[in-house]
């Protein structure tokens, strides 16, 4: 799934939120965005404890808050004439210590292997590159492959609302599968790891074509 580029089928619900918060400047709008991430980052990492009922879903919501804001900046820069490349620049770096941060975060937790982690970060930071690379050789951001922003924002959202979905029916944040066991986090990080990677790749032989 591929959400970025479904982007035109929420226009109507961000534009008038867009115009809501045309009043701040987007560079605001981007650290907001950022601060959020850190805050679910925060969350998550210290939700594997006596407060994952608590902590788990409140993750949730900042994560997809976080989502929000970095969806509009954007859209209230161009609505507002103040896009400029510092604005740029400052969105795209924003935007990466965001992901290392939220995925990090699950990384260095308890609730995942630090290899899938690691894994998972590799993956996300190389997709972001190539999608910005493309930008670089003027052929415009490259959105396309199996696993864009918004879909790991969604996952990121959904992950502490199956995870803590699955403790309250199950009574344990694990699924046994013979010897080996994995929570919904992991399973989620799995996917960046596999998924992220494989975007990456993707969008390099894609790039690789374009320079024919």
């Not at 951001?141 to 803590?164: E, F």
Request: with cysteine.
């Amino acid at each position: 799934m591929v959400l970025d580029s479904k982007r035109d089928s929420v226009e109507f619900i961000l534009d008038p939120l867009s115009k809501a918060l045309s009043r701040f400047h987007p560079n605001t709008l981007s650290w907001i965005a950022f601060i959020l991430a850190i805050v679910a980052g925060l969350l998550i990492y210290f939700s594997y404890g006596d407060y994952w009922y608590i902590l788990l879903p409140l993750a949730a919501v900042v994560v997809i808050l976080s989502g929000f804001f970095d969806a509009i900046d954007g859209k209230v820069a161009r609505m507002t004439f103040k896009s400029s490349k510092r604005g740029d620049l400052l969105d795209h770096v924003l935007d990466r210590y965001a992901d290392v941060i939220m995925i990090g975060s699950v990384a260095v937790s308890a609730w995942c292997s630090p290899y899938i982690g690691i894994l998972a970060i590799i993956g996300v930071l190389l997709t972001s590159y190539m999608g910005t690379q493309c930008q670089a050789i003027g052929a415009g951001r490259l959105y396309s492959g199996l696993l864009g922003r918004a879909d790991r924002v969604v996952l990121l959202t959904l992950a502490p609302i199956i995870q803590v979905i699955y403790m309250a029916v199950t009574d344990s944040a694990w699924i046994t599968i013979g010897d080996y066991s994995i929570t919904i986090f992991g399973i989620v990080m799995l996917w960046f790891a596999i998924i992220g990677n494989l975007t990456a790749v993707q969008r390099a032989i894609k790039i690789w074509k374009m320079l024919e």
